[in-house]
T-cell receptor, first 115, second 112 residues
Framework: DTEVTQTPKHLVMGMTNKKSLKCEQH?????MYWYKQKAKKPPELMFV???????INESVPSRFSPECPNSSLLNLHLHALQPEDSALYLC??????????????FGDGTRLSIL | GQNIDQPTEMTATEGAIVQINCTYQ??????LFWYQQHAGEAPTFLSY????GLEEKGRFSSFLSRSKGYSYLLLKELQMKDSASYLC?????????????FGAGTRLAVHP
């Protein structure tokens, strides 16, 4: 069992739907991340929140909208997605200290399929 | 540019030792992480190096040479459950907190 919980585990949606992915951690981490991972590829960073503020957006299309309601929760709102957005979406959390050896802890991900 | 190279696939025998290499060229460097990822599961943290040398953690060891832009992960006494992808990730020292750049991963298959 991981300490970062993501829901749902699987999601199938049409291109006109609006849905949200949720992530929760109770490790007291103040940095949270969204990654996209295609099959047999490494995770690609999408967004970083530090102390509930968006600090990195890796030029992600606006059809993906992140939200950090509090220090334990991270959402990813999805709207008008394309078939190529089908992937595993991973959430991670860590301490935000730049020089720290603290690793990022990953959730099990949400497997998203766009019809 | 950012470039992290690992072999795509490796095979090894149960009980043996395997070394997975990683070379990197990144604009910044603030540590190197190794993660294990089983198919369909979350990456799990294995080791961290920021200074040159060897870090040992049970059956797993990781080595770093910053001057050579090189790291390896050493797995001893291989078990079938070690069959997984192994991801090398460099923490970029610039551009934000704890930003990781991942290599493509090495898929390790352990055979009896």
């Amino acid at each position: 069992d991981t300490e970062v919980t993501q829901t749902p585990k699987h999601l199938v949606m049409g291109m006109t739907n609006k849905k949200s992915l949720k992530c929760e951690q109770h490790m007291g981490h103040r940095a949270m991340y969204w990654y996209k991972q295609k099959a047999k590829k490494p995770p690609e960073l999408m967004f970083v929140y530090s102390y509930e503020k968006l600090s990195i957006n890796e030029s992600v299309p606006s059809r993906f909208s992140p939200e950090c309601p509090n220090s334990s929760l991270l959402n990813l709102h999805l709207h008008a997605l394309q078939p190529e957005d089908s992937a595993l979406y991973l959430c991670a959390s860590s301490q935000p200290l730049r020089g720290s050896n603290q690793p990022q802890h990953f959730g099990d991900g949400t497997r998203l399929s766009i019809l | 540019g950012q470039n992290i190279d690992q072999p795509t696939e490796m095979t090894a025998t149960e009980g043996a030792i395997v070394q997975i290499n990683c070379t990197y060229q990144t604009s910044g460097f603030n540590g190197l992480f190794w993660y294990q990822q089983h198919a369909g599961e979350a990456p799990t943290f294995l080791s961290y190096n920021v200074l040159d040398g060897l870090e040992e953690k049970g059956r797993f060891s990781s080595f770093l040479s910053r001057s050579k832009g090189y790291s390896y992960l050493l797995l001893k006494e291989l078990q079938m459950k070690d069959s997984a992808s192994y991801l090398c990730a460099v923490r970029d020292g610039f551009g934000g907190y704890n930003k990781l750049i991942f290599g493509a991963g090495t898929r390790l298959a352990v055979h009896p």
